[in-house]
């Protein structure tokens, strides 16, 4: 297992458009997480999965956005009618325990979307 | 609302110094800290971490400082490398829930 892997690296899309991305997570992790990050600000939680059940949406999920992880092992981030402000970096992450601490994140290299 | 900060957007230190990186947090639930270490193009890899029943938590050249108190969290590196070169992020959590980041420091170390 080579770790948490995202596809693709990079998308350019014209606004209106659907863009859907692919996280796949270390396969021992049973939580799978999305983050959005944009310039100069840190990753911000968008939603999480526990095998293939959703438990935490956040408020900065529109309506526009949709995820999915139908197996409880690849997760699918779908954004419709795409707008210049869901340009950003977005990460997957899937959790390790780390003993006596709770809950570390190991991030994938995370999909660039341009929308222009 | 950000309830984890980091108010130092960039720092510059010599090689051999120490990088001193600075977090403060909202939160009073939050249980769990830790720091991620960003590289251009590449998604943030954990680096340290500490637990909320401790204030300090070391691995090698680096060291995680917590008080509760003052809801304030530092990373320290030491001795500082050009490799460490990075976007550092602090981030927090509550009861093995999601994860909450600060906004980052570019930590630059110079030869």
């Known amino acids: 297992d080579t770790g948490v892997s995202q596809d693709p690296r990079h998308k350019i899309t014209k606004r209106g458009q659907n863009v859907t991305f692919r996280c796949d997570p270390i396969?021992?992790?049973?939580?799978l997480y999305w983050y959005r990050q944009t310039l100069g600000q840190g990753p911000e939680f968008l939603t999480y999965?526990?095998?293939?059940?959703?438990?935490?949406k956040s408020r900065l999920l529109s309506d526009r956005f949709s995820a999915e992880r139908p197996k409880g092992s690849f997760s699918t981030l779908e954004i419709q009618r795409t707008e210049q402000g869901d340009s950003a970096m977005y990460l997957c992450?899937?959790?390790?325990?780390?003993?006596?601490?709770?809950?570390?994140?190991?991030f994938g290299s995370g999909t660039r979307l341009t929308v222009v | 609302d950000q309830q984890v900060k980091q108010n130092s957007p960039s720092l510059s230190v010599q090689e051999g110094r120490i990088s001193i990186l600075n977090c403060d947090y909202t939160?009073?639930?939050?249980?769990?800290f830790l720091w991620y270490k960003k590289y251009p193009a590449e998604g943030p890899t954990f680096l340290i971490s500490?637990?909320?029943?401790?204030d300090k938590n070391e691995d090698g050249r680096f060291t995680v400082f917590l008080n509760k108190s003052a809801k304030h969290l530092s990373l320290h590196i030491v001795p500082s490398q050009p490799g460490d070169s990075a976007v550092y992020f602090c981030?927090?959590?509550?009861?093995?829930?999601?994860?909450?980041f600060g906004a980052g420091t570019r930590l630059t170390v110079k030869p």
């Open positions: 992450a899937s959790s390790f325990i780390l003993p006596g601490q709770g809950y570390g994140y190991t």
């Open positions: 500490i637990s909320s029943i401790k």
């Open positions: 939160n009073s639930m939050f249980d769990y």
């Open positions: 981030a927090a959590s509550s009861d093995n829930n999601d994860m909450r």
């Open positions: 999965f526990q095998n293939e059940a959703q438990l935490e």
């Open positions: 396969s021992e992790h049973n939580r």
